[in-house]
Structure formats: C-alpha cells, structure tokens
Nanobody, 122 residues
Framework: QVQLVESGGGSVQTGGSLRLSCVAS????????MGWFRQAPGKEREKVAT???????YYADSVKGRFTISRDNGKSTLYLQMNSLKPEDTAMYYC????????????????WGQGTQVTVSS
C-alpha cells in the first residue's frame, strides 16, 4: 500500500514559520497528484494546496501568498512551507495522494498520512 509520513508540525506564535514534509514510500508516488489538507476540530476538512508533475498548482484562498507547495522527486518528498502563520492555521495537516497523474477539481484522494499537528498561538 501507499505509505505517507508527515513531519515538521509544531507550536509557533503568530507570524512564525514551519516547513512540513511528506515522505512517500516510493518515488513512484511522486508521479501522482499530491496535496496537503488540514482539519481543525469542529470544522470541515480543507484542501490547502495540491500539485502534480505537469505543473498544475492549487492554493486555498486562505493561504495564498503565505504557503508554498513543492516536491523533490529524487527524495520522494512533498513539502509545504508555511510563513506568516495565523491562529486560523491551527489544524491537523495531512499529506494525501491518489493514483492519478493530473490534479483537477473534484479529484478524490484516497491515500493519507497520519497527520502532523500545527498549532499557532496568538
């Protein structure tokens, strides 16, 4: 099965930065659409950012200009650089993928990591 392991979460103050990493079990998975999602208690899951090998990149309006998604295929790793963090960014962040090369609206992700907690204090 696909295995995704996130790391890099933690607790920071407003305005701080964190860099999340997601390591896939095989470089093959970096040929698929991959993304970051987050979910705060009592709120719906939100798609934060996605990217595919063909250059399609998506950012939620709430993180545009602050977060950057990138990938290193040689390391089978997906990253999420988060700057200017706000308390509203507090959530469990999940890395996800699906066996589909292109990212597109409505695409369902069915492989998920265990999550890494991000807490931003005011």
């Amino acid at each position: 099965q696909v295995q995704l392991v996130e790391s890099g979460g933690g607790s920071v103050q407003t305005g701080g930065s964190l860099r999340l990493s997601c390591v896939a079990s095989s470089y093959t998975y970096t040929t698929y659409c991959m993304g970051w999602f987050r979910q705060a208690p009592g709120k719906e899951r939100e798609k934060v950012a996605t990217m595919d090998p063909y250059g399609s990149i998506y950012y939620a309006d709430s993180v545009k200009g602050r977060f950057t998604i990138s990938r290193d295929n040689g390391k089978s790793t997906l990253y999420l650089q988060m700057n200017s963090l706000k308390p509203e960014d507090t959530a469990m962040y999940y890395c996800a993928t699906v066996r589909e090369s292109y990212c597109y609206a409505g695409l369902l992700f069915n492989y998920w990591g265990q999550g890494t907690q991000v807490t931003v204090s005011s």
